[in-house]
């Protein structure tokens, strides 16, 4: 439909940038980052920052994924700084929060905790609640992420990130810098794109 009435090149990269996600969600770390990489060379060549904040945080969960923690703060940064230029708040808070979602299910409840209170800083701050479905959703993650602290400890260290900007919570990560992969490096300003690593064969 898009195609018909002269909206292709826009939003093909939104849906590229959605089949990517869904592959992440799926668990499939190469075809999501394929399908990542090239909605953002999209939107870059379009000029559009809200979608380049999006994808860059989606790249850094596909990372965080990977346990390439090293690689995920680097991404989530770009997705931040680009969040900042055009005050978009709401990228950001989905940054923080689905980082630290990803990040709890790898075992790293502690940083997942800074993330979470991070982002209901900025969420209060905002006005911006949290959808119901989501918050169901979370609530099961944060109780697990407890489990594994323990109350006490998970309760300071979600204390410690409300009083963190966003990017002290994203540096909040693993200091031990573990790869699942050969460390991929990324390059580039907002607006450019990322070399993670050579694209796969579709």
């Known amino acids: 439909m898009h195609d018909q009435v002269g909206n292709a090149w826009w939003v093909t990269g939104w849906f590229v940038s959605l089949f990517g996600e ?26 559009d920052q809200q979608g380049q904040a999006l994808i860059y945080a989606l790249l850094a969960q596909a990372a965080a994924s990977e346990q390439d923690y090293m690689l995920s703060r680097t991404l989530a940064a770009q997705s ?7 005050h978009d708040t709401g990228s950001l808070i989905l940054c923080l929060e689905e980082l630290a979602d990803v990040v709890a299910g790898q075992g790293e409840p502690e940083w997942a905790a800074r993330l979470w209170g991070a982002a209901e800083h900025y969420r209060e ?16 993650r ?17 204390a410690e990130g409300r009083n963190m900007t966003a990017e002290q919570a994203i540096s909040a ?30």
């Open 22 to 47: 869904i592959a992440l969600r799926q668990g499939d770390i190469p075809r999501a980052r394929f399908l990542l990489e090239a909605g953002l060379k999209r939107h870059q060549q379009l000029g």
């Open 80 to 86: 931040l700084e680009i969040a900042h230029t055009i």
């Open 125 to 140: 701050a905002s006005n911006a609640m949290l959808p119901l479905f989501e918050r169901l959703g979370r609530a099961r």
């Open 142 to 158: 944060i109780q697990q992420a407890q489990g594994l602290l323990g109350e006490q400890v998970f309760a300071e260290r979600w």
């Open 173 to 202: 990560s693993p200091t031990h810098d573990r790869t699942f992969q050969p460390q991929r490096t990324a390059h580039g300003n907002p607006g450019q794109i990322s070399v993670l690593q050579p694209l796969l064969d579709p």
